[in-house]
């Protein structure tokens, strides 16, 4: 299975901060790419697929890139409700495997 | 709006077995790809297997850690995905979603974008222990 590696595990940031988290894949994935956030008690929702596309009704303020193997999510002013747990995903091998998350917090 | 309520979970035993339903709505159902994705207490996210729509032969894929103990079906005359687990193991115990997998239409075709999970039902609480 491909491995998928999140640094930081968690971060702590400010209303207005730009907010990096990168994810590493254990192999090549081009941009088979995806990033979900998820908020305490609900299911994740898909922020970017396909490593930079942003999916239909998510704020512009989230923004994804790479290829290969290294991915980064840029959150360029971080808002109240942005703060939640941010998972990487690949979708180049049909384990869909996740990262181990990234817990973004005040 | 897309809904996916789901029904099912609960406590059960090693060896047993467990049946979750996800009843959806808001989104043509017969032409989605549907997948189950589960998340142990405090853990991260596992993709557990998917079913394709029936008019892209309706197959199944499995997780390794489930293949051969999971069954995973489809009935669009009721809009109703389920998902089977049979031999249960404590390491099963999660919430489980079901998902439904990305798809646009293009030029009157589905397009199905695979892996990429964009509506969630609100999970299903397995929990196995004797």
């Known amino acids: 299975d491909i491995q998928m590696t999140q640094s930081p595990s968690s971060l702590s940031a400010s209303v207005g901060d730009r907010v990096t988290i990168t994810c590493r894949a254990s192999q090549t994935i081009s941009t088979y790419l995806n990033w979900y956030q998820q908020k305490p008690g609900k299911g994740p929702k898909v922020l970017i697929y396909?490593?930079?596309t942003l999916q239909k009704g998510v704020p512009s303020r989230f923004s994804g890139s790479g290829s290969g193997t290294d991915f980064t999510l840029t959150i360029s002013s971080l808002q109240p409700e942005d703060f939640a747990i941010y998972y990487c995903q690949q979708t180049y091998s049909p384990s869909y495997t996740f990262g181990q998350g990234t817990k973004v917090e005040i | 709006e897309v809904q996916l309520v789901q029904a099912g979970g609960g406590l059960v035993r090693p060896g047993g077995s467990l049946r979750l339903s996800c009843a959806a709505s808001?989104?043509?159902?017969?032409?989605?790809?549907m997948s189950w994705v589960r998340q142990a207490p405090g853990k991260g996210l596992e993709w557990v297997g998917r079913i394709k729509s029936e008019i892209d032969g309706g197959t199944t894929n499995h997780a390794a850690p489930v293949e051969g103990r999971i069954n995973i079906s489809r009935d669009d005359s009721k809009n109703t995905l389920y998902l089977q687990i049979n031999s249960l193991k404590t390491e099963d115990t999660a919430i489980y979603y079901c998902t439904t997998e990305l798809f646009m239409i293009a030029s009157g075709r589905v397009i199905v974008i695979p892996g990429v999970f964009d509506n969630w039902g609100l999970g299903a609480l397995v929990t196995v222990s004797s």
């Open positions: 396909a490593a930079s």
């Open positions: 808001g989104f043509t159902f017969p032409n989605a790809w």
